[in-house]
Nanobody, 116 residues
Framework: QVQLVESGGGLVQPGGSLRLSCAASGFTFSMYTMSWYRQAPGKERELVATIASRGGSTTYVESVKGRFTISRDNAKNTASLQMTSLKPEDTAKYYC?????????WGQGAQVTVSS
């Protein structure tokens, strides 16, 4: 059974940091591109960051460049998103996604709220 389970969300003040983790099981994690998406209320889901299957290539949406870092540990079947200098506009539900060819898997999401 395929599972992606996010953790690490919560409430943080502007300027603070959070680290999201995504624990994967039920598929060959090392063969999948991993991504983080987010969706704020009333907005479309947005691709935030992507990391290639072997971890050598990463991409970010412009609004998080220099603040967020995506990483993965293929030995532990986990992907992470380190978020720093958080802004209120980063408030959203964050989802991890695994993708390879025609297979796409999603986690259930983790809420991140940036507020004073």
């Amino acid at each position: 059974q395929v599972q992606l389970v996010e953790s690490g969300g919560g409430l943080v003040q502007p300027g603070g940091s959070l680290r999201l983790s995504c624990a994967a099981s039920g598929f060959t994690f090392s063969m999948y591109t991993m991504s983080w998406y987010r969706q704020a209320p009333g907005k479309e889901r947005e691709l935030v960051a992507t990391i290639a299957s072997r971890g050598g290539s990463t991409t970010y949406v412009e609004s998080v460049k220099g603040r967020f870092t995506i990483s993965r540990d293929n030995a532990k079947n986990t992907a992470s998103l380190q978020m720093t200098s958080l802004k209120p506009e980063d408030t959203a539900k964050y989802y991890c996604q695994a993708a390879r060819l025609n297979s796409i898997y999603w986690g259930q999401g983790a809420q991140v709220t940036v507020s004073s």
